[in-house]
């Protein structure tokens, strides 16, 4: 069956640090990849979009790497905020589905000052 | 701009009672629409997802439902609450540009549903 991992729930570091979140998955052919952050109580507001042709991509101090053969994405925050302190969440979509998103566990970030 | 609504935000159903929650999105057209269940510390559950009107995938067998009456209405239902349908349920929406490419999912506010 299709899974999404984040593979750390938590994930406890130093302000200045950067932060390196990780979202793997099996038995999925994906077209996109999307990382989303959630603050408690809230839905999901989306940070980055990555398709399956594009290895690299960044945003102000977000970095969303997308390895096909891997199957692996990694989310990187640098220079890091007690700011940045959430729950961060990858999704996929696919081309045969291409409406159909699905989510991963999330990882909790939190920034120690 | 595009806004999606979603009530109510909070409520408490005992169990054996009918539930309806509904969503609905402005300023966009025959968008995806999605509902989501999470539980405490947990990620996002695909619960139904709708390509168009009156076309609803389901995607994990249970007590729950959901219909599209109108093109941006959507609305999740079950007859009789069980104690496990507690959890934050979220609406969202997406736009499907072309037969592929899909944009990201905007969300609601989120309904805190407590089945006691």
């Known amino acids: 069956s299709q899974k999404i991992e984040q593979n750390s729930e938590a994930l406890n570091i130093q302000e200045g640090k950067t932060a390196t979140l990780t979202c793997n998955y099996t038995n999925y052919s994906p077209a996109y990849l999307q990382w989303y952050r959630q603050d408690p109580g809230r839905g999901p507001v989306f940070l980055l979009l990555?398709?399956?042709?594009?290895k690299e991509k960044r945003k102000e101090r977000l970095k969303v790497t997308f390895d096909t053969t891997l199957k692996q994405s990694l989310f990187h925050i640098t220079a890091s905020q007690p700011a940045d302190s959430a729950t961060y969440l990858c999704a996929l979509g696919s081309y045969s589905s291409a409406s159909k998103i699905i989510f991963g566990s999330g990882t909790r970030l939190s920034i120690r000052p | 701009s595009q806004t999606i609504h979603q009530w109510p935000a909070t409520l408490v159903q005992p169990v054996g009672s009918p539930l309806s929650l509904e969503c609905t999105v402005e300023g966009t057209s025959n968008p995806n629409l999605y509902w989501y269940r999470q539980a405490a510390g947990r990620g996002l559950q695909l619960l139904f997802y709708?390509?168009?009107?009156?076309?609803i995938s389901s995607e994990v067998p249970q007590n729950l439902s959901a219909s599209r009456p109108q093109d941006r209405q959507f609305i999740l239902s079950s007859k009789k609450l069980l104690l496990s349908d507690s959890g934050f349920y979220l609406c969202?929406?997406?736009?499907?540009?072309?037969?592929?490419?899909?944009?990201?999912?905007?969300f609601g506010q989120g309904t805190r549903l407590t089945v006691v």
């Open positions: 969202a929406w997406s736009a499907l540009r072309g037969s592929k490419r899909n944009t990201e999912a905007f």
């Open positions: 990555i398709r399956e042709n594009e």
């Open positions: 709708s390509v168009g009107i009156g076309q």
